[in-house]
Nanobody, 113 residues
Framework: QAQLVESGGGSVQPGGSLTLSCRASGSIFSESAMAWYRQVSGNQREWVAIITDRTTHYADFVRGRFIGSRDDAENTVYLQMNSLESEDTAVYYC????????WGQGTQVTVSS
């Protein structure tokens, strides 16, 4: 069964850090591209980062603060989030290029003082 499971969210103060994880079932872990998205309630889901086997690209609003990485042996991608801002509060999701219609339950990140 195709599945994505995100974890690692929580509540932090502005300036803090969190590292998110997304483990994919083997059938949909894409060695070419895995992506992170986020969604604020009532808004559309927005792209945050894409992690390929060669490089990582970031949305302008996280570049320099977030770092994406992957462990192909564990079918897992990570998103290290530093210098968090209140505007980063959202539910974070990962997505597989091999199964773009499959979404996990997401993990809530709340940045608040």
């Amino acid at each position: 069964q195709a599945q994505l499971v995100e974890s690692g969210g929580g509540s932090v103060q502005p300036g803090g850090s969190l590292t998110l994880s997304c483990r994919a079932s083997g059938s949909i872990f894409s060695e070419s591209a895995m992506a992170w998205y986020r969604q604020v309630s009532g808004n559309q889901r927005e792209w945050v980062a894409i992690i390929t086997d060669r490089t990582t690209h970031y949305a302008d609003f996280v570049r320099g603060r977030f770092i994406g990485s992957r462990d192909d042996a564990e079918n897992t991608v990570y998103l290290q989030m530093n210098s968090l801002e209140s505007e980063d509060t959202a539910v974070y999701y990962c997505d597989s290029g091999a199964a773009p219609s499959v979404w996990g339950q997401g993990t809530q990140v709340t940045v608040s003082s």
